[in-house]
């Protein structure tokens, strides 16, 4: 493969990728503005957060967990649906055609190799290494292939959801714990240190609804934009590989050339 169509390959992957990935983190972090909102006092923020976290009492190890694997899902999916599958669909298609109207399928086979974990690149490589065996032929393997990066692309989005719901019932537990403990500790101190001990507890409670509803807010809102971006992806792919089966087709027929090509590109 020439330097061209290399440099061309790592701008498919990277153009998009950047812009839209500042996009999201950005919006998921806005799921966090909830415990810095509890959190805010005269003191720095890193010390309003380790208050808060203490003040929350040991469930708050609980609520953690949770929040570490939903992080772990959100950035996975980000690195996955921006980079990994990722393709700048336009300009690789653009090129795909002109290989193809030129003769050159190998070439296409091999743009779309460059790119082994793309899904679109995936898919028209498998219409490619079939053109010579029929329309039919090609239908099916780019079926087949659609089939095979769906659930890629759409893998683990769906947990976020429930997850969301994991971190609610998480914090009301928290919360239900703290109630129970600052009750049950009044009949244990005097009748002055009773205010401090009840207003303790229900800090710890209150602490601990915060951070499960920071959690699910922020599981929500990855979810709907990596929700929306996995939807996006499989319909560019569905619509570029209709394109591709119409222009082998149209091939085999003898109904195009390069010079089609030419004149649209002109």
Request: charged content about 20%; proline content about 2%.
């Amino acid at each position: 493969m020439g330097r061209g169509e290399a440099a061309g390959e790592t701008e498919f992957n990277t153009r998009k990728g950047f812009g839209e990935m500042s996009d999201i983190l950005g919006s998921v972090s806005s799921g966090f503005l909830v415990l810095a909102a509890a959190a805010v006092g005269k003191k720095g923020f890193i010390d309003n957060v380790a208050e808060f976290m203490v003040e929350g009492g040991p469930f708050m190890i609980v609520n953690v967990f949770s929040l570490s694997v939903a992080l772990a899902i959100i950035i996975e999916r980000i690195v996955r649906l921006l980079f990994t599958y990722n393709l700048n669909a336009p300009p690789f298609m653009e090129q795909i055609t002109k290989l193809v109207l030129t003769g050159n399928v190998d070439r296409a086979v091999k743009l779309c190799s460059a790119a082994p974990n793309a899904a679109l690149a995936k898919v028209v490589r498998a219409g490619l290494t079939r053109a010579n065996r029929g329309e039919l032929e090609v239908a099916k393997a780019i079926e087949e292939s659609i089939m095979e990066v769906t659930p890629s692309i759409q893998r683990r989005i769906s947990s976020l959801w429930s997850l969301a719901n994991i971190a609610t019932l998480l914090g009301l537990i928290g919360t239900i714990i703290g109630l129970i403990s600052a009750f049950k500790s009044l009949g244990a101190v005097s009748a002055d240190k009773r205010s401090e001990v009840l207003s303790k507890g229900i800090s710890e409670a209150m602490n601990n609804t915060a951070f499960g509803l920071s959690i699910a807010v922020t599981c929500i809102v990855a979810h709907l934009i990596l929700t929306m971006r996995a939807k996006n992806m499989i319909e560019e792919v569905e619509l570029n590989s209709l394109k591709l089966e119409n222009l082998l087709a149209r091939k085999s027929a003898g109904e195009t050339s390069a010079m089609d090509f030419e004149q649209k590109a002109g």
